[in-house]
């Protein structure tokens, strides 16, 4: 399983963008790149995901280097709900389902 | 739609008590999945099921740890004896083989072994 490296921590203002990197250098080519984050003790909750272009949902963007070797995830216009931590992974269809390894992920504070 | 239940969310027991914390699924998902969390190790993949079957246990931390799926819509994770290491947030979570594979998670049971 490829594993990811992300930052332990940002603060990112509020209303303005949030990006947040994640390596992945190992990702073989029928990984895709997920992106969870949990807030507080709740379960963690998907964002998006993606192979090799760039996907928008109403959450978040995801931009893919064109090696695939690394990924940043966009939150627009940050607000204080979005403080939480962010969890990037590389998952592969396998044994008919999507095995999911969280890393450490990196820790996200909105500041008013 | 109802979610992922989890049940109990909170358990208080006492080292050598068998403990067992239950889980289900979401209606017509196919892939289950147990998880572990700890301020030290963060969260940890145990276990998980497809179509009732267990793919990967490698996770599972000792023998005293069992998960059973007996049909689609039940889990069980079982720790026998339990000891204070154990104390943690158990997740499960429940997932459709469908373009995304989007994991859905249960509010957790926390667990302390006194």
């Known amino acids: 399983d490829a594993k990811t490296t992300q930052p332990p921590s940002m603060d990112c203002a509020e209303g303005r963008a949030a990006n947040l990197p994640c390596n992945h250098s190992?990702?073989?080519?029928?990984?895709?790149v997920y992106w969870y984050r949990q807030i507080h003790s709740q379960g963690p909750q998907y964002i998006i995901h993606?192979?090799?272009n760039n996907e928008t949902n109403e959450m978040a963007s995801l931009i893919i280097t064109e090696d695939r070797k690394s990924s940043t995830l966009i939150l627009p216009h940050a607000t204080l709900r979005d403080t939480a931590v962010y969890y990037c992974?590389?998952?592969?269809?396998?044994?008919?389902?999507?095995?999911?390894?969280f890393g450490t992920g990196t820790r996200l504070k909105v500041l008013a | 739609d109802a979610g992922v239940i989890q049940s109990p969310r909170h358990e208080v027991t006492e080292m050598g008590q068998e403990v067992t914390l239950r889980c289900k699924p979401i209606?017509?998902?196919?892939?289950l999945f147990w998880y572990r969390q700890t301020m030290m190790r963060g969260l940890e993949l145990l276990i998980y099921?497809?179509?009732?079957?267990?793919?990967?246990d490698s996770g599972m931390p000792e023998d005293r740890f069992s998960a059973k799926m007996p049909n689609a819509s039940f889990s069980t994770l079982k720790i026998q004896p339990s000891e204070p290491r154990d104390s943690a947030v158990y997740f499960c979570?429940?997932?459709?083989?469908?373009?995304?594979?989007?994991?859905?998670f249960g509010e957790g049971s926390r667990l302390t072994v006194l």
């Open positions: 979570a429940s997932s459709f083989f469908s373009n995304t594979g989007e994991l859905f």
């Open positions: 190992t990702i073989s080519g029928n990984e895709y």
């Open positions: 993606g192979l090799k």
């Open positions: 992974i590389v998952s592969v269809f396998t044994s008919g389902t999507y095995k999911y390894i």
């Open positions: 209606s017509g998902h196919n892939s």
């Open positions: 099921f497809n179509n009732n079957v267990p793919i990967d």
